[in-house]
């Protein structure tokens, strides 16, 4: 999930160039989700999970803020380098940004897990899978602009970032009902960027489109993850 450029109205270019560009840009968004897996199974592999859950268990629970933090600065960085970018090249770098950070901020997470239930992670990227497939065939079939969408996945996205820092300063968990709502949230932002991908976004910038989409769909594995490592 990231917060997502405007693009006042359709941009002006011919349905091959559209289409080449959707094809390109779902492209990118594979090569970085295989990327992400293979990088999450070499800090797996060398133990870096493990490193960086005692480095945030140690550092108390104001770490996790420093995390989040650094997380959107780099996630900034990297946005702004594939959005904004005159080549395709210097987008490329900023995608490989992205997606190098996630695994990183992913690595706690799938190291405790794993720990907890290996079986989890699989049926956690089944389901969100299942879920990205079912809304991308949605908003390919019924091809509506969803772009009205992005004034209230913004303020949710506050708000729920809000919450976050809130429980994390205060110590409080936000539960499976919170992890719930965030994977709502994140189906939300998915139609918004497929929809932004399939009318709005310059064709230019596959990979840029790809981070945003990627950004969403990593989220929602984030929460449903969650989801059913609670049931353990």
């Known amino acids: 999930m990231s917060f997502q450029p405007s693009f006042a109205g359709p941009q002006p270019d011919s349905r091959i160039d559209r289409t080449t560009f959707i094809r390109r840009a779902y492209l990118h968004l594979a090569v970085a989700i295989v990327g992400f897996i293979v990088l999450s199974a070499a800090w797996s592999f060398i133990g870096g999970g493990e490193y960086a859950l005692d480095v945030l268990l140690a550092g108390g629970r104001y770490s996790w803020l420093v995390v989040l933090g650094a997380f959107m600065l780099v996630g900034m960085l990297a946005t702004r380098l594939a959005d904004n970018a005159g080549t395709n090249q210097t987008q490329l770098i900023g995608l490989g940004i992205y997606v190098l950070a996630e695994s990183l901020i992913f690595a706690p997470l799938l190291t405790v897990a794993a720990y907890i239930n290996p079986s989890s992670i699989g049926a956690a990227a089944i389901t969100t899978l299942l879920l990205v497939g079912g809304l991308t065939f949605t908003a390919f079939s019924i091809k509506k602009d969803f772009s009205f969408l992005r004034s209230f996945l913004t303020?949710?996205?506050?708000?729920?970032?809000?919450?976050?820092?809130?429980?994390?300063?205060?110590?409080?968990?936000?539960?499976?009902?919170?992890?719930?709502?965030?994977?709502?949230?994140?189906?939300?932002?998915?139609?918004?960027?497929?929809?932004?991908?399939?009318?709005?976004?310059?064709?230019?910038?596959?990979?840029?489109?790809?981070?945003?989409?990627?950004?969403?769909?990593?989220?929602?594995?984030?929460?449903?993850?969650?989801?059913?490592?609670s049931r353990n």
């Open 155 to 229: 303020m949710a996205g506050f708000i729920a970032f809000g919450a976050i820092i809130a429980s994390v300063i205060c110590g409080f968990s936000l539960g499976v009902w919170f992890s719930a709502l965030m994977v709502l949230l994140c189906a939300g932002f998915i139609l918004y960027d497929t929809s932004n991908i399939i009318h709005h976004y310059p064709t230019d910038r596959p990979a840029g489109a790809a981070l945003h989409l990627f950004a969403s769909i990593a989220t929602m594995f984030w929460y449903i993850l969650r989801i059913f490592m």
